[in-house]
């Protein structure tokens, strides 16, 4: 097995840097209570891997592979996605911190924040296809030519979402929810 090439190992209490996980590929590992935020993150990718209390926030996540990832109870405050390796793409977010993270113009199709914070998140251009908001703050979000198509945002709040600037055919949204998306016309919804 190559050195770079780390397969089933658990990491507890650690705190990672480059040397720890540049040029590395994770397969099915699991991180607890790890701090991740002197990383750039250069050419890693994670596969099929969990992660538990960690802290990412404010790091620079530069061509990182995410396949068959969820992220629980992470701090990922102003991180920006926008370089992440997008080939094969899939990862979740659960009671996740992601205040002031920038999804800008990234395939996001069918995934899942659940019970996340994520005021000032910035997902201009991104294609949120079926992605599921469960329980989201999403206050000062922005979505601007967004495609949210069949998304659901039944459950999550404070949304300003402009209908005419994004596609959200058949989105779901709650009755509570209409008045993020008529908010530019001024009017009053009880």
């Known amino acids: ?33 790890c701090d991740f935020r002197k990383c750039t993150f250069q050419t890693v990718t994670f596969i099929d891997c969990n992660f538990f209390d960690c802290n990412f926030q404010e790091t620079k996540i530069n061509y990182v592979s995410l396949r068959g990832v969820f992220f629980n109870r992470c701090n990922f405050t102003s991180v920006n996605f926008a370089m992440t390796d997008q080939v094969i793409f899939e990862f979740h977010f659960i009671d996740c911190l992601l205040d002031y993270a920038k999804f800008y113009a990234l395939k996001l199709k069918k995934m899942q924040f659940i019970n996340c914070s994520m005021i000032a998140i910035d997902f201009m251009s991104s294609d949120l296809t ?20 069949k998304a659901d945002f039944s459950t999550s709040y404070d949304y ?26 001024d009017i009053v919804v009880r």
């Open 160 to 185: 300003v979402i402009d209908p005419e600037k994004n596609k959200i055919k058949k989105a779901v949204f709650s009755v509570d929810g209409l008045k993020g998306l008529l908010e530019k016309y």
């Open 1 to 33: 097995m190559r050195a770079d090439y780390i397969l089933d190992q658990e990491f507890r209490d650690q705190i990672l840097d480059d040397t720890n996980t540049k040029y590395k590929d994770f397969e099915n590992c699991n991180f607890y209570n």
């Open 130 to 149: 079926e992605v599921l908001f469960d329980n989201c703050n999403l206050r000062r979000a922005v979505f601007i030519d967004t495609i949210a198509n």
